[in-house]
């Protein structure tokens, strides 16, 4: 029997990768679980890089592992597309709760994973 689903936004998987507070618990997780993305989360982990590149907190060499780490996961993630029904559900969570927009593409692709 496969492991259960574990969705987590961009912050808890850069936690893989990226020494920081509660690092442990999501590589413990991680392990344990199948995951479960949306399809930012790329782009999120790319601009999270390259920000501590230009902010000189890694170095170029650090900076394309990360990168190839990322690419190399992919295929084994399951992603979210950004179709038409989690951008309705984004939009509602917009409406009446004070999220950043990515956050709440997050929040509508967990949800909806859940309701399939």
């Not at 893989?16 to 930012?40: A, C, H, P, W, Y």
């Amino acid at each position: 029997m496969s492991p259960p689903w574990i969705y987590i936004d961009t912050s808890a998987y850069l936690k893989i990768f990226l020494k920081e507070k509660g690092s442990d618990k999501v590589r413990k997780l991680v392990r344990e679980k199948r995951l479960l993305v949306s399809t930012i989360l790329t782009s999120e982990c790319f601009s999270a890089f390259s920000k501590r590149r230009q902010g000189n907190e890694i170095d170029d060499k650090t900076f394309k592992r990360l990168v190839n780490r990322v690419k190399k996961d992919v295929p084994y993630i399951e992603i979210i597309r950004l179709t038409d029904d989690v951008l309705r559900r984004t939009e509602a969570i917009l409406l009446y709760l004070p999220v950043r927009t990515l956050d709440a593409v997050h929040i509508a692709s967990a949800l909806l994973f859940n309701t399939n």
